[in-house]
């Protein structure tokens, strides 16, 4: 599958849109279009290259990260997919609007389809495996293309860093432990999609990530 990346305005999301190429099936994950120009781009994408919107997945239900939800239901009727252990995010999400100062009106999130650790997300012919790794929210996850060698990681694992744990529901230990045991054992070569910032790989990030190689002693694994 492919990976179309749309580095947006709020916080810096990164909004992707993953293709099966061969059926022209899609997923949109984490919508985070905050303007009339952001959402366009995406449906013209979408419309030029002749897509169906088959999934929507949130890896996690930060405003940053589902502010978009509504309108790409509408837009493509599809459904929320995302861990249930994030619905109280959803239901507070005009809160965590206000809490940053957003003067937009956002209508709460609903998880239509929870996904489960282990659970296979059908995009077409190709395939996202479900990765649960609490700490950054409860119900985050990353989702992992086993045959294309790409993980798309939320607010887990970045360039260099690791997710904020302060935020309500957040666990800093779970997320260590999440990211040694579940991500750090992928193949070196597997490409980091992260929720903000570049891409990178599971071999640098355990060759030159600080946090990591202080935190998780790296010469162990």
Do not use: W
């Not at 952001?38 to 940053?64: G, Q, Y």
């Not at 045959?147 to 887990?156: T, V």
């Amino acid at each position: 599958m492919k990976v179309a990346k749309f580095g947006l305005s709020l916080f810096g999301i990164n909004t992707y849109v993953v293709v099966d190429p061969e059926t022209r099936d899609c997923a949109i994950i984490d919508p985070g279009m905050i303007n009339e120009e952001e959402r366009n781009a995406v449906v013209r994408f979408v419309e030029k290259n002749n897509l169906k919107v088959t999934h929507l997945i949130n890896t996690h239900l930060h405003i940053d990260h589902a502010i978009g939800n509504a309108f790409v239901k509408k837009q493509f009727g599809v459904e929320t997919e995302a861990h249930p252990d994030d619905a109280f995010l959803g239901n507070r999400i005009s809160e965590q609007a206000r809490e940053f100062g957003l003067p937009e009106a956002v209508e709460p999130v609903g998880i239509d389809k929870p996904l489960k650790d282990g659970e296979i997300i059908h995009i077409g012919d190709g395939e996202l495996e479900v990765i649960h790794v609490p700490g950054h929210s409860p119900g985050g996850i990353a989702l992992y293309d086993r045959k294309d060698g790409f993980l798309i990681a939320g607010d887990i694992l970045f360039q260099g860093s690791v997710g904020r744990a302060d935020l309500p529901g957040g666990d800093m230990n779970a997320l260590v432990s999440g990211i040694k045991s579940k991500l750090l054992t992928l193949p070196e070569n597997t490409t980091v999609f992260p929720g903000h910032g570049p891409a990178t790989t599971i071999g640098d990030e355990k060759a030159y990530n600080p946090y990591l190689r202080e935190c998780l002693n790296l010469n162990q694994i």
